[in-house]
């Protein structure tokens, strides 16, 4: 029974708003005040804004695991708050934590970021921080922006864009819609 934790840390989801939901600003030379207009440091696990997931395997993605809202808690890493989400193998089943923010809180514009720390890397782990669109519209036309995603064994941290665009009508070249880089492991990553 192999138990596997992915952390999140410090500023998951922070939204930073530079611009007044009303009006755009639409010239990157002007320089604007970042405001904080939201930021989780995870010393609770707040439900009113986070729903823990619970599904059965295969829901989504083929994927074998099922997401147990047992396997989300909050605790601390390196003095910090943290979510921290476990993956466990239990026989030949997979339970690992998963939540979302879908219906409690979202944002137009801003910045988003997490401190993420990774576990070493597994055969079958899919840890990932993404957002989709709220817009009530079916994948991929809602828009899913991946800020981070590590597959299995790579040693790789990925950030992906589907929509519309990029998968219906295979404008994903310019500007590329997908890229990666290499991560410190076991520490934390700003993503």
């Known amino acids: 029974m192999k138990k596997v934790k992915i952390l999140l840390a410090l500023a998951m989801c922070s939204m930073y708003q530079s611009c007044s939901s009303d009006e755009v600003n639409m010239n990157p030379q002007e320089e604007s005040q970042e405001k904080v207009v939201f930021k989780d440091d995870f ?5 009113n804004v986070w729903t823990k997931e619970e599904h059965e395997a295969g829901w989504v993605n083929q994927e074998l695991q099922i997401y147990d809202a047992a396997h989300v808690s ?3 890493d390196e003095g910090r708050s943290v979510l921290i989400l476990t993956a ?23 910045k988003i970021e997490a401190s993420i720390k990774l576990p070493q890397t597994a055969n079958g782990l899919w840890p990932a921080f993404w957002m989709m669109g ?4 079916p994948w991929p036309q809602c828009g899913e922006i991946d800020i981070m995603e590590q597959v ?8 992906t864009v589907h929509s519309h665009y ?26």
């Open 43 to 47: 010393e609770t696990f707040n439900s």
């Open 74 to 76: 909050t605790g601390t």
């Open 88 to 110: 466990e193998r239990k026989g030949n089943k997979i339970y690992s934590g998963r939540v979302n923010s879908q219906g409690k809180k979202s944002c137009q514009y801003g």
């Open 134 to 137: 709220d817009n009530n519209m």
């Open 152 to 159: 299995s064994l790579e040693k790789v941290a990925w950030h």
């Open 166 to 191: 990029t998968l219906d009508l295979g404008l994903d070249k310019n500007p590329p819609r997908a890229g990666g880089g290499a991560y410190k492991e076991n520490e934390f990553n700003l993503y």
